[in-house]
C-alpha cells in the first residue's frame, strides 16, 4: 500500500493576490480544493509548506523584493485553502520545503513510524518551489507525483519546462487530479 503525503506549496496572499502575484494561480485552487478534500476523507497527511521570510534572507529578498515576510498579511495561506486542525504547516525560508524546515522528521514518522514513501506536489511555481523541492524528495528515495492541474507558474513556458524537468530528471509522475483520486481509492491508506 503506498503511503502518500500532499505537499501544498506556497499558496500564500502574496503569491496569488499580492507583491508577487501568480496571474495563473487562479486557475489552480479549485483543483487543489478538490484534492485536499478527497485527501481528508482518505486520510492521507497533508502539508502546508509555505515560505515565511525574515529581513535576514538576502538571497531571496535581493531577487524577487520582499514577499512572504514573517508575520504578514502576505504570508497567510490563502482563505480557499486554509489548513484544518489536523493538516501540518512547513515555514521555509527557500525555494525547497525540505531545506532547514521539519519536513523529513513530519513524513518519516507518519503511518506508524513506517514513514511516507509517496509526496504529491502541489501549489507554486511548477519550475522554482515545486521543482527543488521535488529533488529533495528525490534524493531521499520518495516517489514524487506532480499534480499536473494543481500547479503553476507565471507563464506557460516556465509551467511546462518545470514539469519536463520534474518528470525527466527526479522519475516523477505527472497526473491531473482526478487520476490522483483514483490512486487514493485503489490503493488505501495504512495510518495505523
Known amino acids: 500500500m503506498s503511503r502518500h503525503a500532499i505537499l501544498v506549496i506556497d499558496m500564500q496572499n502574496d503569491f496569488v493576490k499580492g507583491k508577487l502575484k501568480c496571474e ?25 509548506c509555505i515560505d515565511e521570510h525574515l529581513p535576514i534572507d538576502n538571497y531571496e529578498l535581493d531577487l524577487w523584493g520582499p514577499h512572504a515576510m514573517k508575520g504578514t498579511e502576505g504570508q497567510k495561506i ?16 527557500t525555494y525547497s520545503a525540505f531545506d532547514g ?53 507565471f507563464t506557460e513556458e516556465e509551467h511546462l519546462s518545470g514539469l519536463e524537468y520534474i518528470k525527466r530528471m527526479y522519475g516523477a509522475d505527472i497526473k491531473k487530479i482526478n487520476e490522483i483520486i483514483k490512486l487514493f481509492k485503489q490503493t488505501g491508506q495504512d495510518l495505523k
Open 78 to 93: 490563502i482563505d480557499e485553502l486554509n489548513p484544518t486542525d489536523i493538516d501540518y504547516v512547513i515555514p521555509k525560508r
Open 24 to 48: 495563473r494561480a487562479s486557475k489552480i485552487i479549485h483543483n487543489i480544493q478538490t484534492l485536499l478534500t478527497e485527501a481528508r476523507k482518505n486520510d492521507i497527511p497533508i502539508f502546508y
Open 101 to 153: 524546515t521539519g519536513l523529513d522528521r513530519a513524513l518519516n514518522g507518519l503511518y506508524g513510524g513506517k514513514g511516507v514513501d509517496t509526496v504529491i506536489i502541489t501549489g507554486l511555481h511548477t519550475n522554482i518551489c515545486d521543482r527543488h523541492s521535488s529533488y529533495d524528495a528525490f534524493t531521499r528515495g520518495l516517489k514524487i507525483i506532480v499534480a499536473e492541474d494543481g500547479v503553476e507558474a
